[in-house]
């Protein structure tokens, strides 16, 4: 069954969960030396001064997902241009903790949970599997 909203009529969709992960911290750690804005590019590369590196795959969703994380900011609309935050950099230090789990919708953070994680929570984190397996259950 197929919730619908009784004021618009429009179908009622599930919030996806987005967590750090351990790609999440390798994009970071490639802003932070970069000390500048970086062009993330949808597959595996950033482009840092004019050089293209590897990065991890969907380097540009994991880009936007650190800006929802409040880690990195977006450069101008549609750019593709990523940079570090001062929060970023505490959480590479590991002085800064951010939400275990965020949700959102239209590219803005409308819930999280209470569960702070640091870098050292994370860092070997990688969403396998078995997190795949049970994505729907953790929903809302």
Not at 72 to 78: S, V
Not at 113 to 132: A, E, M, N, P
């Amino acid at each position: 069954m197929i919730d619908i909203c009784s004021c618009c009529g429009q179908k009622i969709r599930k919030l996806n969960p987005h967590r750090m992960c351990k790609q999440k911290v390798n994009l970071l750690q490639i802003f932070y030396k970069a000390k500048d804005w970086v062009f993330a590019q949808e597959g595996y590369g950033v482009e840092v001064e004019g050089k293209m590196q590897r990065a991890p795959y969907r380097a540009r969703a994991h880009a936007s997902r650190l800006v929802w994380f409040g880690l990195a900011e977006h450069g101008k609309t549609r750019s593709g241009l990523y940079r570090i935050t001062p929060e970023g950099v505490q959480f590479l230090a590991g002085s800064h903790q951010v939400p275990a789990i965020i949700y959102c919708k239209d590219g803005e953070v409308v819930e999280s949970t209470d569960k702070k994680v640091g870098i050292r929570d994370v860092r070997g984190i990688i969403l396998d599997k078995d997190y795949w397996d049970n994505y729907s259950q953790i929903q809302i």
